[in-house]
């Protein structure tokens, strides 16, 4: 864009707004000492860049290797340090960039433990469901590891009631339990446990999470072998713990 065009979006913008990168210090842009340069800076107001820009109307600057060159409104602007050719110019693509202020973090959630604790209260007996909207919320408040804490608060809450809170004969949920439960959440069956170790890997670690959707050596998908790995470990935590069937065969 021209110095024109970039003082007209600078009068634009917020004076007072201080930008994390930013520019200053206009002169001959050694690339081509007709064209105007300013040096990148960061933590600068809005009005600062635009004083800048408007100091360089008219004003005279040195090039690289002599000479004097005259700047005006029509002049080219580039982003480079003085004494460089950086190539970048200032496009109104890389000032709207400079302009938008950084989005704010998610703010962490007041209490983790009692989120935790609210998800794992919504797990339903007979079967391990996930209460779908404790699922989200745990994701969205408390990140990847939230909602990993949440699926063992609700193993372990399904684990506890098939061992002291049988939902009927047998400690099989009844139907009515299930539809309620079917309604409410979602069931850990062999593809949403492939779909959550895939997500959860990608989330943690997108390099891994390449190396697994496509082996170096064979190029072949090896989610299969981990999500049976996953799958193995959580039939080793239930397998040790005691089914409400076995308790109810030993007291009779």
Known sequence: MTLGELIAALETANPQQIVKHGFHNPHSYRGDYYDLAFEPTTNITVADMLEAARSAVGATYQGWKGGDFNMTAGDWCWLSEQGSASGETISPLLLEFILTPPTAAPSAPTDRTALLHAA??????????????????????GGTFALIAYAQLAIAEHLRRMADEPSGP?????????????AEGWHVTPETLDLFVRALVNEVDYDIHKNY????????????????????????????????????????
């Not at 079967?127 to 919320?137: G, L, P, Q, S």
């Open 170 to 182: 047998g400690g099989v949920a009844s139907e009515t339990q299930q539809d309620k439960t079917q």
């Open 120 to 141: 794992a209260l919504a797990v339903q007996s007979g079967d391990v469901w996930f209460h779908t909207a404790a699922a989200e919320a745990a994701l969205k408040n």
């Open 213 to 252: 959707l496509c082996g170096e050596e064979d190029g072949e998908d090896h989610y299969p072998e981990l999500v049976a790995e996953a799958a193995a470990m959580l039939d080793t935590i239930t397998a040790e713990q005691p089914s409400a069937v076995s308790q109810l065969a030993e007291e009779a």
